[in-house]
């Protein structure tokens, strides 16, 4: 059975940092890319940063470049995404999934759960 299971949200002021682990099991891990997905209240879905586990290519949305780092460690099946300098439209729901490349929802076939990130100003 396929599983991803992110932590690390919570509660910061702006400007401040988090990190948001994915652990994923129940797949080769190496075939897939990993992405990082966030959706705030009443708004889509959007790719934040994915990796492609075999190369550990990356690629960020415009609005966390510079800001974000996404990265992985393979011995573990586990995802990060480095937030820093946070801002309070970080705020959001934030999803791990398993699939192809690229920051499309639609792309990728397996989800995690959600971890909250909430960022005060």
């Known amino acids: 059975e396929v599983q991803l299971v992110e932590s690390g949200g919570g509660l910061v002021q702006a400007g401040g940092s988090l990190r948001l682990s994915c652990a994923a099991s129940g797949f080769t891990f190496d075939d897939y890319t990993i992405g990082w997905f966030r959706q705030a209240p009443g708004k889509e879905r959007e790719g934040v940063s994915c990796?492609?586990?075999?190369?550990?290519?990356?690629y960020y949305v415009d609005s966390v470049k510079g800001r974000f780092t996404i990265s992985s460690d393979n011995a573990k099946n586990t995802v990060y995404l480095q937030m820093n300098s946070l801002k309070p439209e970080d705020t959001a729901v934030y999803y791990c999934a398993a699939g192809w490349y690229g920051l499309d929802p639609d792309e990728y076939d397996y989800w995690g759960q959600g971890t909250q990130v909430t960022v005060s100003s």
């Open positions: 990796i492609r586990s075999s190369d550990g290519s990356t």
